[in-house]
């Protein structure tokens, strides 16, 4: 039976750290790191979240995690005064278009409802 807990220490941090060689280079454009997140280290954090209860806890972890990938491939900006700073949430949120993780995950759930609505009665 599955937990509600999710361990966001290694497992999904991990995820990042298998491909992050890919995410760090600047000779690689932010367009393809976002494709390259989407196809490797998005499936490898929601495994298994077709099933999982998302409680305001993990939905936080999830989010967390998505905005701390952001930051590492958008890296800091320079301000008009010459600054650097990290990247906002609301900025964020304006790059992913509200495709964001939790999206993901809903969109993953009825898919498999729709898998599971036409399965057969004797399975």
């Avoid at 949120?93 to 057969?120: C, D, P, S, V």
Wanted: hydrophobic share 35%; glycine share 4%.
């Amino acid at each position: 039976m599955l937990t509600d807990k999710i361990h966001l220490d290694y497992r999904t941090y991990g995820a990042y750290h298998v491909y992050k060689k890919i995410f760090t280079p600047k000779l690689i454009s932010r367009n393809v790191k976002l494709q390259l997140d989407n196809m490797l280290s998005r499936p490898t954090v929601t495994y298994a979240s077709k099933t999982r209860v998302l409680k305001a806890n993990v939905i936080n972890k999830l989010m967390i995690f998505e905005r701390w990938i952001m930051r590492k491939i958008f890296g800091p900006t320079r301000t008009d005064d010459g600054y650097w700073r990290t990247i906002t949430n609301q900025e964020i949120n304006e790059i992913l278009k509200g495709q964001n993780i939790i999206g993901f995950i809903k969109k993953q759930r009825l898919n498999w409802l729709g898998h599971f609505e036409r399965m057969a009665e004797d399975k």
